[in-house]
């Protein structure tokens, strides 16, 4: 069935170091990829995406990178200050019935 | 703007008991609905999602229900609570048409006592 790998599953990093979470995908149907933040006892919130056609996106601090062929995406954190700290999930979303599969998450602790 | 409301907001529920969960979004029309649900310390688990009025998929089978009685509601039901029903329900909208991006709601903590 439709699975969504997620590793680490925790991630420790010292203040301005980088983070890099991995996830790979099964459904050869996915075409788009968000990533969401969720802090703790809030609600996930959409912090960046990558579309099929694209192999790599930056906002800032933030970019994702797709490999279509390895079915592989990853999201990476530059320059990680405290406020990064939260639960990474990253979701991979079939194209025709727009049905989303989530990772299992990584908490990202960064250190001071 | 979109907006998307969740009630309650937090829930102490005995077990046996029915449940309803209302989600509603604003500004949009059409929109994909979901329901997931959180464990405490865990991922999220897509229980039920909808292209339109009266179209529900179930990802989980268990005692919840979902319907979809207007375009912007959607509501996630049980007849008889478990323990393991315990958790964090999320309410999310995404777009259609290509417009894969979704949102989710406040969410509802509920706890099966």
């Known amino acids: 069935g439709e699975n969504v790998e997620q590793h680490p599953s925790t991630l420790s990093v010292q203040e301005g170091d980088s983070a890099v979470i991995k996830c790979t995908y099964s459904d050869s149907a996915s075409n788009y990829f968000p990533w969401y933040k969720q802090e703790l006892g809030k609600r996930p919130q959409l912090i960046i995406d990558?579309?099929?056609?694209?192999g790599e996106k930056k906002d800032q601090r933030i970019a994702v990178t797709l490999n279509k062929t390895a079915k592989h995406f990853s999201l990476h954190i530059t320059e990680t200050q405290p406020e990064d700290s939260a639960v990474y999930f990253c979701?991979?979303?079939?194209?025709?019935?727009?049905?989303?599969?989530f990772g299992t998450g990584t908490r990202l602790k960064v250190l001071a | 703007s979109q907006t998307i409301h969740q009630w309650p907001a937090t829930l102490v529920q005995p077990v046996g008991s029915p449940l309803s969960l209302e989600c509603t979004v604003e500004?949009?029309?059409?929109?994909?609905l979901y329901w997931y649900r959180q464990a405490a310390g865990r991922g999220l688990q897509l229980l039920f999602y909808?292209?339109?009025?009266?179209?529900i998929s179930s990802e989980v089978p268990q005692n919840l229900s979902a319907s979809r009685p207007q375009d912007r509601q959607f509501i996630l039901s049980s007849k008889k609570l478990l323990l393991s029903d315990s958790g964090f329900y999320l309410c999310a909208w995404g777009g259609t048409s290509g417009a894969y991006e979704q949102y989710f709601g406040p969410g509802t903590r509920l706890t099966v006592t």
């Open positions: 500004g949009t029309s059409n929109p994909n």
């Open positions: 979701a991979a979303v079939n194209s025709g019935t727009y049905k989303y599969i």
């Open positions: 909808s292209v339109g009025i009266g179209q």
């Open positions: 990558i579309r099929s056609n694209v």
